[in-house]
Structures are given as structure tokens and as C-alpha cells.
């Protein structure tokens, strides 16, 4: 599986860049991991559209309106994928002001991290953690459980 996550805008932390670029390089562990800096939201549907290969790709957004996870439950979809056979796992997260109902409408999954508004740049931190730990739990890695 080939796992993307993108976000619409500029990353001008460096802590954000160094945690970014941290996660990405944990969940290469477990599957084939990259990001994408884009401009626009145009530019994020575009690239979930490019996307190709045997199975359609997955697209998930970022939003306050989303179905919320416990930690397991969203370890239980990403290996719902990886037994699909998904090949492009692509997460989106959105400029500050939120997708359009356009986008919500193309996502397969609408995301939500709860009910409390968060910097798109600290939810992109946020998702990776999340994304790594639910590899960790599918692997028995002791991350998950502190041990």
C-alpha cells in the first residue's frame, strides 16, 4: 500500500517540518509513505483523481464533521485497506478555513479528530502520530501500550 498524506498550504515551522519528515520516516517501516504540499484544494482533488493502479485509490479528508476513531478502531480501517488490497491511501487535510462541500462529497472517508477546531498544521502532526501508532498496534509493537 502506498500511503500519502497531503495538505493544502506552506509549512512554516520548522517543528512542524522535523515531526512531519519524523513520522513519515517511522511509518515507512510498515508501508511506502509520502506527502504532498499543495496550493489549493483544486490541487488536492486532482492528485487524489491521478492516482491509479489495480484498485481505486482511497481518499480520506480531515473534518470536524468526520466519523471519529479510537485509536484501534482506526488501526482496524488501515488493515481493513491493506486486506482490500488498496495500493493509494491518500489523507488530505485542508486549509484553515475547511473543504468544500465538493471535496467532503469526493472523500470515501470524512475523518474527524473531535469537536475542537485545531491548526491544520498541528492535525497533520496529529494524523501521522495516529498513523504510525495504528501500525505499531497492528504489529504488536509495544508504542501503543507503553511497555
Known sequence: MNLQVAWIGKTRE??????????????GRYVAAG????????ALLKLANRASGRTAPVFVLLD???RQFSSEEFAELLRDQQDRGTQNLLFGIGPADGFSNEARASADLILSFGKMTMAHELARV????????AFTILKGHPYHTGH
Do not use: D, F
Open 126 to 133: 496529529v494524523l501521522l502520530e495516529q498513523i504510525y501508532r
Open 35 to 42: 506527502s504532498n504540499e499543495l496550493s489549493s484544494e483544486s
Open 14 to 27: 520548522p517543528a512542524i517540518q522535523s515531526l512531519t519528515a519524523e513520522y513519515l520516516k517511522r511509518i
Open 64 to 66: 470536524a464533521r468526520g
